[in-house]
C-alpha cells in the first residue's frame, strides 16, 4: 500500500488564515521528504524539503514539521493567499534501498475563501 | 533556462495505438524520471534513467511499455498498444545528480494522453 498518505482530502480556509497540511509516511527508512504544490494543470512546483536529522525548517510563509517518532509531516503556510489554492503532495524518499523515484501521498486540495 | 519540457502537453491515441511522450531535461541535467499520476491520486514512480541507461525502472509496468534517454535528444516514454487504463498525466522530472546525493527534482508540466 501506500507509505505515504495525508489525512484530509480538501482543506477549505478563509484568505489571510494559517493553513496545516498533514502527512503521515510508514517507512522508517524514509530520510528525506519534500513539499510539492501542484496547481490545476501544471506538474509539480518544489515549496520545501526537510531531512530527517531536522524537525523543523521553515522558509518564506512557509514551515515544514517532522516527527519521526510518530512518522509524521506538516506542512503549515502562513497568511494564505488565493494563489496558495491548489493541491499539495508531500513525498519522500529512502536513501538506503528501494526504488530511485520519490514516493508520494495522495494530496491535499487547499481551498483558500475570500 | 527554459525548465523541464515536455510535449505533447495533451495526446489522444485509440486502443491499441502507440503513445510516444517526450522530455527534454533542464539544461545540465543528465538524470531523467518518468511519473504517472492518475485522476484524483499522486504521482507514481516509473522509471529512472541516465544517458543510455536505465538504472531503475520498478516502477514500470512489465509489458508495453519502455523508456530511453539516447545519448542526443529527449528521452521518451513509448507505450505499446494503449489500453483506457493508460489514460493519465505523465510527468518527466530531471535532476543535476543522482537522486541520493542531491535531489534538485524539477518537473515538467506533464503530458495527459487520452485512451478513446
Known amino acids: 500500500g501506500e507509505s505515504v498518505g495525508l489525512h484530509l482530502p480538501t482543506l477549505s480556509v478563509q484568505e489571510g488564515d494559517n493553513s496545516i497540511i498533514n502527512c503521515a509516511y510508514s517507512?522508517?527508512?524514509?530520510?528525506?521528504f519534500i513539499w510539492y504544490k501542484q496547481e490545476s494543470g501544471k506538474g509539480p512546483q518544489f515549496i520545501i524539503d526537510?531531512?530527517?536529522?531536522?524537525d523543523k525548517r521553515q522558509g518564506q510563509r512557509v514551515t515544514v514539521l517532522l516527527n519521526k517518532t510518530v512518522k509524521h509531516l506538516s506542512l503549515q503556510i502562513a497568511a494564505t493567499q488565493p494563489g496558495d489554492s491548489a493541491v499539495y503532495f508531500c513525498?519522500?524518499?529512502?536513501?538506503?534501498?528501494?526504488?530511485?523515484?520519490?514516493?508520494f501521498g495522495k494530496g491535499t486540495h487547499l481551498i483558500i475563501q475570500p | 533556462n527554459a525548465g523541464v519540457m515536455q510535449n505533447p502537453r495533451h495526446l489522444v491515441r485509440r486502443r491499441g495505438q502507440e503513445a510516444r511522450l517526450r522530455c527534454s531535461p533542464m539544461?545540465?541535467?543528465?538524470?531523467v524520471y518518468w511519473y504517472r499520476q492518475l485522476p484524483e491520486e499522486g504521482l507514481k514512480f516509473m522509471v529512472y534513467?541516465?544517458?543510455?541507461?536505465?538504472?531503475?525502472e520498478s516502477g514500470m509496468p512489465k509489458e508495453r511499455f519502455s523508456a530511453e534517454f539516447p545519448k542526443e535528444g529527449p528521452s521518451i516514454l513509448r507505450i505499446q498498444q494503449v489500453v483506457r487504463g493508460d489514460s493519465a498525466a505523465y510527468f518527466c522530472?530531471?535532476?543535476?545528480?543522482?537522486?541520493?546525493?542531491?535531489?534538485?527534482?524539477?518537473f515538467g508540466s506533464g503530458t495527459r494522453l487520452t485512451v478513446v
Open positions: 522530472a530531471s535532476s543535476p545528480e543522482a537522486p541520493r546525493t542531491n535531489y534538485g527534482y524539477t
Open positions: 517507512n522508517s527508512a524514509s530520510d528525506y
Open positions: 526537510i531531512r530527517s536529522n531536522m
Open positions: 513525498a519522500e524518499f529512502a536513501s538506503g534501498g528501494g526504488a530511485d523515484g520519490l514516493t
Open positions: 539544461k545540465g541535467h543528465s538524470h
Open positions: 534513467l541516465q544517458k543510455e541507461n536505465i538504472i531503475d
